[in-house]
């Protein structure tokens, strides 16, 4: 058992009890494949949160400052984080998000790139895009709603898979593809808002 495995119900139960999340649309989430599980981003409770009530084990993108913090670092590195460079093109990060989605794992990307408490979602970054056209994962639109004020309800909510096969035969550019991504993430928190 890793720590991720051990982590996860803790984390569950700790959030349940503070901010009394309910969680629709876990179902949408793929049993099996390459996943890009794509969120707007309230908080840095969101990777917590959404670790702890997904189906499926997460990989994902931190800043790197993080990972310059003794003992921290060594703590979310074994919860499957990978540092990424804030504002560049990194290579590394790209090797390493699309060898993850070959092997059939899931990453949580924040498109945003930043944390926005709004329920209007900012301008989504071209990354998500190129991976969402540049492998074969399922790319699942995921909302969260609410402020992370205690014992107040905040919602997850996963929505069904985006079915790129089109954009990714007719090579669409990546802003597009992100573009799509956002409209969904959208459409789902005004639907359960």
């Keep these: 058992m890793n720590l991720y495995s051990i982590c996860k119900p803790i984390v569950a139960g700790l959030f349940k009890i503070l901010f009394r999340y309910k969680v629709y649309g876990k179902?949408?989430?793929?049993?099996?494949?390459?996943?890009?599980?794509?969120s707007n981003h309230k908080s840095n409770f969101d990777p917590p949160?959404?670790?702890?009530?997904?189906?499926?084990?997460?990989s994902f993108m931190a800043k790197a400052e993080l990972f310059k913090i003794p003992?921290?670092?060594?703590?979310?590195?074994?919860?499957?984080?990978?540092?990424?460079?804030?504002?560049?093109?990194?290579?590394?990060?790209?090797?390493?998000t699309m060898k993850l989605l070959e092997e059939g794992k899931t990453i949580i990307i924040f498109p945003e790139g930043?944390?926005?408490k709004t329920n209007q979602l900012k301008k989504g970054l071209s990354g998500v895009?190129?991976?969402?056209?540049?492998?074969?994962?399922?790319?699942v639109p995921c909302a969260i709603i609410g402020s992370y004020k205690l014992f107040k309800p905040t919602k997850v909510i996963f929505g069904k898979p985006i079915d790129?096969?089109?954009?990714?035969?007719?090579?669409?550019?990546p802003a597009e593809a992100t573009?799509?991504?956002?409209?969904?993430?959208?459409?789902?928190?005004?639907?359960?808002?």
Excluded: W
């Design 27 to 38: 179902e949408n989430v793929p049993t099996e494949g390459g996943v890009i599980l794509c």
């Design 49 to 58: 949160l959404i670790g702890s009530v997904c189906p499926r084990e997460l």
């Design 71 to 96: 003992l921290f670092s060594q703590l979310i590195s074994n919860l499957n984080a990978f540092p990424v460079k804030r504002g560049h093109a990194d290579r590394q990060v790209l090797k390493m």
């Design 114 to 116: 930043t944390r926005n």
């Design 129 to 139: 895009g190129f991976f969402s056209l540049r492998t074969d994962a399922q790319v």
């Design 164 to 173: 790129f096969s089109e954009l990714r035969m007719r090579k669409a550019k």
């Design 179 to 193: 573009e799509i991504i956002m409209t969904h993430i959208q459409a789902l928190i005004d639907q359960y808002k």
